[in-house]
C-alpha cells in the first residue's frame, strides 16, 4: 500500500507488515553512479521504519496514517511507531476509503452493509 504522496509504502506479509520509507533521491544518484544500484536493487532507497507482527486484511493511507483492519476483525491505525485501535468490528470489514471532508472511515462487509 503506497501512501498518497508516495513517499511511504507498507509492504503486508501473511503475518506481519513492514512500514518504509521511501528515499527520492536515491534513484537519480543510482542512474548517475551505476556502482550504487546491484542486482538486487538500489539499497539506499528504502528506509525500514517498523516491522509489526500482525495481519494487514486492508488498508489505506490518510496523510502519513495508515489505517488498517487486521484478522482479528480490529480497525487500527498506524502513526509514528504507534498503533491505536479505533474500533473493534463484530465481523470482517473491508476499508472502502476515508473522506477527509467528512472526517469519516468507509467500510463494507460481504454484503454490502
Given at each position: ?67 488498517y483492519t487486521n ?43
Amino acid at each position: 500500500f503506497w501512501s498518497e504522496n508516495g513517499d511511504q509504502v507498507c509492504i503486508a506479509c501473511e503475518d506481519s507488515f513492514y512500514i518504509l520509507k521511501y528515499n527520492t533521491e536515491a534513484y537519480p544518484k543510482a542512474r548517475e553512479n551505476p556502482e550504487l544500484m546491484t542486482e538486487d536493487g538500489i539499497e539506499d532507497a528504502f528506509l525500514v521504519l517498523n516491522e509489526i507482527s500482525e495481519s494487514v486484511k486492508t488498508g489505506i493511507w490518510a496523510g502519513d496514517c495508515f489505517i488498517y483492519t487486521n484478522s482479528l476483525n480490529r480497525l487500527n491505525y498506524y502513526v509514528g511507531g504507534e498503533i491505536c485501535t479505533i474500533a473493534h468490528l463484530d465481523r470482517q470489514m473491508y476499508l472502502l476509503g476515508y473522506l477527509p471532508n467528512d472526517n469519516r472511515l468507509y467500510l463494507s462487509d460481504k454484503e454490502l452493509n
